[in-house]
């Protein structure tokens, strides 16, 4: 499935919720990373997420899609992420 | 169709973007928005933050779904955002 997975995190923590996340996916704005992944991966990295943040000042959202067939992706300005990858 | 906007602006132009998105969707982490939205009202949207953004400092990615049917929305952690608006 594709996934797109934006976060906000304390500043403290910030670095390591980037470094989790971009094991599985890639960056592709400031707060934004987006890829494919399988199911038992997805279910790894959100415990790995869980275990790192703290839920009282941290925050996750995650878009899942079985298909891409019925979306599109624009992107404006910058690109700040450090991979390519366009729906 | 429904629309996930993330942004990323300088400090200085940050909360006039969140202002024009405001406008159109739903605010649900710090620079995340969500919601349907006409095409019409997608390009006029586009247009406004366009003619806000320095495209060499601010960055958008636009998700958008002809149908939510084959997508799933996931939430860990602190909701930030003002609005409730779930897929």
């Given at each position: ?39 038992a991966n997805?279910i790894k990295m959100?415990k790995e ?39």
């Amino acid at each position: 499935m594709f996934v797109v997975l934006v976060y906000d995190f304390a500043q403290k923590r910030v670095n390591k919720a980037l470094k989790i996340a971009r094991k599985y996916l890639h960056w592709v704005q400031n707060s934004v990373l987006e890829g494919e992944i399988s199911d038992a991966n997805y279910i790894k990295m959100k415990k790995e997420l869980e275990m790192l943040m703290n839920p009282e000042e941290d925050s996750i959202i995650l878009y899942t899609f079985r298909t891409k067939k019925y979306s599109k992706r624009e992107e404006l300005g910058l690109k700040k992420g450090g991979d390519e990858n366009i729906i």
